[in-house]
């Protein structure tokens, strides 16, 4: 079986939707939490909103949390708008509607709540829709980062790493970087690593980098523990170490992070530091393909086409490598499935690239990638 080459992949930081969840509770039992909101609180209808959302307390039932935030919506309760805006946009106990998602998020960003801010940015950044689009999002991102959210800072610092929206800045970059580092939040020391890695913003230091890496890895950031993960196997900046490197992307994968699913699938093919395991490599790269991994449709792809471990399932094959070919990163992805396009049958390649037209990725399990409050990132 040929292992996809690129398969030891930095893995970047990515956008998060997220909830208004850290508001301080109103205290009291939950009688009298009740008493105040039908007496129209507010934040009372807010708290018990959260309450079923997150089933603190009580049963979760997001139809009951959905019918509390619509009421402090009402009285213009600007966490509660949000958090009703979130769940248009992921469809949450209501039909998804980004339109009126898009609305709801744009209504509380106006009155400055900043997480709004920072939702109404993301989801204008996922459509990609050109140079205006961009800089609304920009400015909105700027206006969560300056109230102190600290995604939102670390969001910012992409989008002046990158100069979407904004003019290229990587010294600002690294400026924003550090302000939300030195909160203590991991996925903000992960990107300040990240950066250090690459060297935007200030000159390469691979020694801090791994350094806040095994920081933001000890507090549980998935993608701070495969980037170490990855130091070791490729014996960067730290001694090459096969079995720390397992280590490391075995905590990440437990917390369901593609870029570790298919490195520990990589690993179990070539028996090299746990024992070779054909099987569960080929359902780590599925894990992995699922989620959207390229890496892992890539060696998904390539098992299914050799037939090498696994039944040999052309049309699949060419599904997973249709997808990975259509990424940035598919150069592999690419070569395997023109290899594959010289035996298939064309009926039978259109009905691949049909099946990949229908295809829609598998969220993580566990959301290992974004800033937490358990991970000393409050955001909002």
Known sequence: MIICPAMWRVAPVVFALLLCLCQPSLGGDGADLRRRAEAGDAAALFELGKAYQTGDGVGRDQRRALGYYERAAALDHWPAVNNL??????GDGVKADPSRAEALYARAAAAGQMVAQYNLSALLLKRQAGSETDARAAALMRQAAEQGHINAQIALASLLQSGRGVDAAPEAALDWLR???????????????????RGVGAPANLTAAIALYRQAAEAGDATA?????????????????????????VKAADQDFPHALNALGVLYERGTVAPQNHAEALRLYRLAAERGNVDG??????????????????????????????QPAGDAARAALER????????????????????????PARGGVTATEAQGCPNG
């Not at 302000?179 to 890695?197: E, F, H, S």
Request: with cysteine; charged share 20%; net charge positive.
């Open 340 to 363: 594959l396009r010289q035996t298939m049958p064309p009926a039978r390649l259109r009905k691949a690239q049909e099946m990949a037209g229908r295809w829609r990725p598998r969220p």
């Open 85 to 90: 805006a979130a769940a248009f946009e992921r």
């Open 225 to 249: 523990q495969y980037n170490l993960g990855l130091r070791y196997a490729r014996g960067e900046g730290v001694a090459r170490d096969d079995a720390v490197a397992l280590q490391w992307f």
């Open 297 to 326: 449709q890539t060696n998904l792809g390539i098992a299914l086409r050799d037939g090498a471990h696994a039944p040999a399932d052309p049309a699949q094959a060419a599904m997973w490598l249709t997808l990975a070919a259509a």
């Open 179 to 197: 302000k939300a580092a030195a909160t203590g939040c991991a996925p903000a020391r992960t990107a300040l690593a990240y950066a250090y890695q």
